[in-house]
């Protein structure tokens, strides 16, 4: 229910930030944050009672949307009863949490480490992977993001990692599968396939079997272009491990929990990784959660040989609660499985719909509640609507597009190039069908920049 306005409040509250809120990713002096009064299911409203619709699912995290009240109760619930406790001991809602994950992870990932987000899963997965093979380089895809920590930034494969990337971190890029911007000059996904895994076999001979300690990817990479990649890829990519006796991480953060209508991505591939990072969608969003998932083989490396890792908040009993609420309620609301048909006959024919009608829709991307247009200035060149990293008057075409989006009460994803349609997996078809609207609405002006 959206409250009665109260722009004052809303003046106060974005005063009070700008004053002293030091924000990501920003160049402080040029951002202007929208002040959030509330939010409830798919939408969210500011003090002025405007009401949008989030196909950013927060940043790709609220899966079962705001305020689901089962969750809500068990927070309160877990906070009436223990609201901390430290990580060495045994405590319920974290037991609970590692369980229910822990039947849902492929293969034998049976062993969950508790991070407090994302990015420090991947750094401790990272961790895990070195000290289990004694070898120090890791190899990452361009196109990626793994998080804002030291390790994950370095092996982000976009322009976030340039400002804290010395070269020293051990860490390789490679070039992963996408046949609409081939590295590789395919011309089919199977051609595609089969030279990204060429590629990748040469870039190890090259930098030393022995020296690699791991291969890190993203199942579907989310931030840089919800990329699906070709059948067989992945497999190749664990054939590739297993022969060289690398470490496999995949990086589930974004893709997990039910957003690619599936609990994990890795269930699409039939793949099962050594390591799995998960964070986001585990409780979605509604107290700090990450994770690693660890197979029993890397699990025994520390058996006896004691871990030289852990967090303060490390399975923190309010974040597990929640985590323990959204799995179960994600299993009795069929929210996966609603995904997954959505994404089949309702997203994804629309989004194809539209990028028949509008000519600065290049491509379509995705699965269940997970997906990317590729917006470009020329379809036949398919030189993209704005340059790669662009800031400032570059960006316009992309900020027009977002501006007609919000101003059409839609809350679009953005990154470069690209919109993401990524609204909580419970969205319902009436909801998503408004937001497709706008989107249309929005693809207009986006429009406008091509030629």
């Not at 590295?183 to 079997?209: K, S, V």
């Not at 599936?262 to 509604?286: E, H, Q």
């Not at 083989?297 to 303060?312: K, V």
């Amino acid at each position: 229910m959206t409250p009665q306005p109260s722009p004052q409040t809303g003046a106060a509250v974005k005063a009070a930030d700008r004053a002293h809120v030091f924000h990501s990713w920003s160049a402080q002096e040029l951002i202007d944050p929208l002040a959030v009064a509330g939010a409830e299911g798919s939408y969210f409203w500011d003090y002025d009672g405007r009401r949008y619709l989030d196909f950013s699912s927060g940043l790709v995290y609220t899966n079962i949307g705001y305020q689901h009240p089962k969750v809500v109760a068990a927070i309160q619930e877990q906070a009436a009863r223990m609201t901390t406790f430290a990580p060495a001991f045994a405590v319920e809602a974290r037991s609970e949490a590692a369980r229910l994950i822990a039947e849902r992870t492929p293969g034998d990932l049976d062993k969950i480490f508790f991070t407090n987000a994302g990015a420090d899963a991947v750094e401790h997965a990272l961790r895990m992977a070195r000290l289990h093979t004694g070898r120090p380089k890791v190899l990452s895809a361009y196109r990626s993001y793994h998080g804002g920590t030291q390790q994950a930034v370095n092996l982000t494969g976009d322009p976030r990692r340039w400002a804290s990337d010395s070269g020293t971190a051990g860490v390789v890029h490679f070039w992963a599968p996408f046949l609409y911007r081939s590295r590789f000059y395919a011309e089919t996904e199977e051609q595609e396939c089969a030279r990204a895994l060429e590629h990748l076999e040469t870039t190890i001979a090259f930098e030393g079997p022995g020296t690699i300690a791991a291969i890190v990817l993203e199942t579907i990479p989310g931030t840089a272009g919800i990329m699906t990649p070709p059948a067989g890829y992945l497999a190749g990519v664990r054939e590739l491990c297993d022969k060289h006796g690398i470490v496999f991480v995949l990086d589930e953060v974004m893709a997990g929990f039910g957003r690619t209508g599936t609990w994990f991505a890795a269930d699409l591939y039939d793949v099962v990784p050594d390591l799995m990072t998960f964070a986001k969608g585990v409780n979605s969003g509604y107290v700090p959660l990450g994770g690693v998932a660890i197979s029993g083989e890397i699990a025994a490396t520390f058996a006896e040989r004691p871990y030289p890792g852990g967090l303060t908040y490390s399975g923190h009993p309010l974040a597990c609660a929640a985590a323990v609420a959204t799995i179960n309620v994600m299993a009795e609301e069929g929210v996966v499985e609603h995904a997954a048909r959505l994404g089949a006959e309702v997203v994804g024919p629309a989004l194809r719909e539209l990028a028949e009608r509008h000519p600065s829709v290049g491509e379509v991307r995705g699965t269940g509640m997970f997906w990317a247009l590729e917006l470009v200035k020329d379809r036949e060149t398919r030189e993209p609507l704005v340059p790669y990293n662009a800031t400032g008057q570059a960006a316009t075409p992309m900020s027009a597009f977002a501006a007609s989006a919000k101003a059409h009460g839609l809350w679009p994803f953005v990154n470069m190039n690209r919109t993401h349609v990524v609204p909580p997996c419970n969205i319902t078809e009436a909801e998503l069908k408004e937001g497709l609207a706008a989107l249309d609405t929005a693809l207009s002006v986006a429009d406008e920049y091509t030629q």
